[in-house]
């Protein structure tokens, strides 16, 4: 029990080490090394747990999709109005976006790095494809029930994706342009009503 304990407090030590050394030189211009030194590790260390830097940061990324997935309560899916749930979704996903400022450029760097690198490009793909069946399902629940327009729930599915990324950035580029939350609603609204 205390090896597993340890374990995971030196994978969360890694991993920490990793998003600050990320934020402040990128991705590319971050080495094993560097990550190591800010974690007070040795490189044997951080390859016991980690076979390479694009490994850490695919945890990252699962890291951060589990926060994001965890302000969701699946159940309320089951009943209740659809769109109105649907718009509930930004509030819910406000504390997780909040810390946009930190893990955004890094996610960023990741999907144009995906663009030439096979393997990252599947675990992009994947982590895409799983937003895309999730909201496709909620789409056809609302479209059953009558509260959401007949719509071809795949192409609405990857235009609700298409505004989250763009609404993230915007918020990143210029945070207090406005209320974002408000925004995602009225784009929701837009899209599916």
């Known amino acids: 029990m205390r090896q597993i304990l340890r374990r995971k407090a030196t994978i969360d030590n890694i991993l920490k ?5 990320f ?3 990128g991705y590319e211009k971050t080495d094993v090394d560097e990550i190591c030194r800010k974690a007070n590790l040795t490189k044997g260390a951080f390859y ?3 076979s390479s830097k694009q490994e850490l940061f695919l945890k990252m990324l699962e890291q951060w999709g ?3 997935a965890g302000q969701l309560d699946l159940n ?3 009943s209740g109005n659809t769109l109105e749930l649907l718009l509930g979704i930004p509030e819910k996903f406000k504390p997780a976006f909040e810390e946009v400022d930190k893990q955004l450029p890094i996610f960023l760097e ?3 790095k995906a663009i030439n690198d096979k393997e990252l490009n599947k675990m992009a793909l994947r982590s895409y494809n799983e937003f895309i069946v999730f909201f496709r399902g909620i789409i056809n629940k609302g479209i059953k029930e009558g509260s959401i327009k007949k719509v071809n729930p795949d192409d609405a599915a990857k235009v609700l994706f298409a505004l989250t990324i763009g609404m993230l950035m915007q918020g990143l580029l210029n945070p207090d342009a406005g209320d974002w939350v408000e925004l995602a ?3 929701i609204l837009m899209v599916l009503k």
């Open 17 to 21: 080490a990793a998003a600050i050394c």
């Open 23 to 25: 934020k402040e030189k």
């Open 48 to 50: 016991h747990h980690f």
């Open 66 to 68: 589990k926060r994001v």
């Open 76 to 78: 309320d899916f089951k």
């Open 110 to 112: 990741l999907f144009i």
């Open 185 to 187: 609603k009225r784009s």
